[in-house]
T-cell receptor
Framework: DGGITQSPKYLFRKEGQNVTLSCEQN?????MYWYRQDPGQGLRLIYY???????QKGDIAEGYSVSREKKESFPLTVTSAQKNPTAFYLC??????????????FGPGTRLTVT | DQQVKQNSPSLSVQEGRISILNCDYT??????FLWYKKYPAEGPTFLIS?????DKNEDGRFTVFLNKSAKHLSLHIVPSQPGDSAVYFC?????????????FGKGTKLSVKP
């Protein structure tokens, strides 16, 4: 069964701690993305990766870091530098043709709460 | 500045009637548009897309219309069903040079009443 998995579904952390959110896909997609959703807001792009060992900052990358060591995996670390880390985090992936990406498919999301 | 705008935060429709969700964009470079449906605490699900070379795309009960001159697109759901109740996001991208990055609107919450 192909898809994108994110774990855990809910995550709680104390302020000042780094936390890593997992994202795995078995769709053989080249591109992967991390978004953040806040209440009443659309999805805002944190980081994206078009290919293994390469990634670019999105619109709100400050306080976050990523790695793309494997095609299937794109973990996101929320560092203590992120001022408002409590949010719903969504991972997505897409195929690419000729450098262009198409529909993005999303994982179920991780709700991170930092207190 | 929002490049993709969904000006109606919510919409309520009777079951069996048509739901029309609207989306406006400002960037004339956008050439690919998508609609996603999202339930609470879940990831968005891709619904339907349209390329700028078309003005209409249909998939079952869902039809997307694109008016490039007005920089406006709409999603029509006919007939609406209670299971359609969700938040709908409009998204746009400029396929050339953007690496497929999507710009999302803030969403419209659709409630379909039995």
């Amino acid at each position: 069964d192909g898809g994108i998995t994110q774990s855990p579904k809910y995550l709680f952390r104390k302020e000042g701690q780094n936390v890593t959110l997992s994202c795995e896909q078995n769709l053989n997609h080249d591109a992967m993305y991390w978004y953040r959703q806040d209440p009443g807001q659309g999805l805002r792009l944190i980081y994206y990766s078009q290919i293994v060992n390469d990634f670019q900052k999105g619109d709100i990358a400050e306080g976050y870091s990523v790695s793309r060591e494997k095609k299937e995996s794109f973990p996101l670390t929320v560092t203590s530098a992120q001022k408002n880390p409590t949010a719903f985090y969504l991972c997505a992936s897409s195929i690419t043709y000729g450098g262009s990406s198409y529909e993005q498919y999303f994982g179920p999301g991780t709700r991170l709460t930092v207190t | 500045d929002q490049q993709v705008k969904q000006n109606s935060p919510s919409l309520s429709v009777q079951e069996g009637r048509i739901s029309i969700l609207n989306c406006d964009y400002t960037n004339s470079m956008f050439d690919y548009f998508l609609w996603y449906k999202k339930y609470p605490a879940e990831g968005p699900t891709f619904l339907i897309s349209i390329s700028s070379i078309k003005d209409k795309n249909e998939d079952g009960r869902f039809t997307v219309f694109l008016n490039k001159s007005a920089k406006h697109l709409s999603l029509h759901i006919v007939p609406s069903q209670p299971g359609d109740s969700a938040v709908y996001f409009c998204a746009a991208s400029a396929m050339e040079g953007s690496q497929g990055n999507l710009i999302f609107g803030k969403g419209t919450k659709l409630s379909v009443k039995p």
